[in-house]
């Protein structure tokens, strides 16, 4: 007889918490009680402020076309795709442009020919590589099955390569492959200061990852991206608690592990015990002050560092004399990506869009006040705003532990911390992304549902491709 379905609860409501309430309840059943411990705001990182009435991601903002499982939540609940408002890129050193994106398509293919040879098409061949094998996981998930490890799950994937490429540079495996150091420094560069706010010393799959990204078609949610983590917990009908999760100690009932989580809200202090937990903040001292009772082995703290980042909504007249326009009529770019130079106090910046996008709505002229969004590693002082804007009407900033610092550490964190007990905020030291968030969640509700169930065949198997095909 099956087991009845275990009390659940799901600590944090980010995109990770909300994914694996709602996978959960896919795989145990609309009967599963679902508990979901968040002290701020449903959505984590997929934030929105709010400019002239308007608002504005002010991060997570676009999601690559190849994310199924954030396509599948979209269309699962009724929200659409942003309308895409098309502009074009450019790559800034601090002096001068060193890569300008045009409005013709071959124009932009001679450009990069010309100042890089081939390294672009040899990226291209090596990013394609990587997700052709990461693509495997919607296959293996489909099929039901789970990993209880990262290393597990990158090796089912992509063999020993890609666990290596956890362990090695971006730069490294690209250079290897034929890529030219220029390359590297001119756009590799680029892309990674403004996806991870890091250097090209990222380890190879976080890279490859992000720069799947850049390359491929992006698209967003209209209304905002976090509109998807409100709606998976609204279809789940989970129980939204607005505490802080202190802790979870460690209790035996009746031969079986009972978890008490220990929860801080306006109302004061209180717990309950569940069959089953899932922890989806991370576990880092610098990002929450959990403690673990009862466990032994003891649950430690989790090495690595996160990297900071800041994020300035800014709403003014663009100093285009800054980027060599003195004219800033003549200004065509809606996004600067910068190299690593050492004088650069900033690492991107775009003219953004609202969430909700009207069919008249047009993006600003370069001369016309416009919301750009600004990256740093650092705020902004009223000289650095000065350089980047003429003038402005407001600055909104926003300082976040962004992402891992990748460089800090060798070893992925577990999934698995405990019998019943789960971490899913550690598959970002594989790849930060919504889409590896959503992987991660799904993975852990297939691997708890397993794990519960017994059902051993589909934990951890090795040769998948052999048995999906076999199963097909």
């Keep these: 007889r099956p087991r009845p379905s275990p009390p659940a609860a799901v600590v944090g409501a980010g995109l990770g918490g909300s994914a694996v309430a709602y996978f959960l309840q896919q795989h145990f059943g609309p009967q599963v009680q679902l508990d979901v411990y968040e002290p701020a705001g449903v959505g984590g990182r997929l934030a929105t402020v709010t400019v002239n009435k308007q608002q504005y991601e002010s991060r997570g903002a676009s999601i690559h076309a190849l994310s199924l499982h954030m396509q599948d ?23 001068h442009f060193v890569l300008e994106e045009t409005d013709w398509y071959l124009l932009n293919l001679f450009r990069l020919w010309w100042h890089y040879g081939i390294s ?25 099955y789970a990993f209880s490890s990262l290393e597990e799950l990158l090796r089912s994937l992509g063999g020993d390569a890609f666990i290596n490429m956890t362990q090695r540079s971006v730069a490294e495996s690209l250079l290897e492959v034929g890529v030219t150091q220029r390359f590297v ?16 010393l990222v380890p190879a799959f976080a890279g490859a990852m992000s720069l799947a990204g850049a390359q491929g078609s992006t698209w967003a949610v209209e209304g905002g991206n976090k509109l998807v983590c409100s709606g998976l917990l609204k279809l789940t009908k989970a129980n939204v608690i607005p505490a802080r999760v202190t802790g979870i100690s460690l209790h035996s009932s009746e031969g079986r592990s009972l978890y008490q989580v220990h929860y801080e809200g306006s109302e004061g202090q209180g717990s309950a015990f569940y069959d089953m937990v899932v922890v989806t903040t991370p576990l880092h001292p610098s990002r929450s002050n959990f403690t673990f009772e009862n466990f032994e082995p003891p649950i430690t703290d989790f090495p690595g560092a996160f990297q900071p980042s800041v994020t300035s909504v800014v709403h003014g007249y663009l100093n285009s004399s800054y980027f060599g326009f003195p004219d800033p009529k003549l200004f065509p770019f809606a996004s600067i990506l910068t190299t690593d130079t050492p004088d650069l106090f900033f690492n991107a910046m775009d003219n953004i869009c609202p969430v909700n996008i009207s069919s008249a709505f047009r993006r600003k002229q370069p001369q016309e006040a416009a919301v750009w969004r600004v990256l740093s590693q650092q705020p902004l002082d009223k000289q650095q705003l000065k350089t980047l804007f003429r003038s402005y009407y407001s600055v909104q900033v926003t300082e976040w532990q962004a992402y891992p610092r990748y460089d800090a550490t060798k070893s992925l964190p577990p999934i698995v911390l405990h019998e019943n007990l789960f971490y899913l905020s550690g598959v970002e030291w594989v790849a930060s992304s919504m889409e590896m968030i959503a992987v991660a969640a799904k993975n852990v509700a297939l691997l708890a549902y397993n794990r519960w169930h017994q059902d051993l065949e589909k934990i951890d198997q090795k040769d998948l491709m052999h048995k999906v095909k076999t199963e097909l």
């Design 185 to 200: 420094d001119d756009v590799i560069a680029a892309v990674l200061r403004s996806s991870y706010g890091q250097s090209v």
């Design 120 to 144: 672009f098409l040899r990226l291209q061949m090596w990013v394609e590589e990587v997700m052709e094998k990461f693509m495997r996981i919607y296959k293996y998930q489909a099929h039901g």
């Design 73 to 95: 939540f979209v269309k699962i609940l009724g929200l659409k795709h942003r309308r895409e408002v098309a502009g074009k890129s450019a790559i800034f050193s601090g002096e």
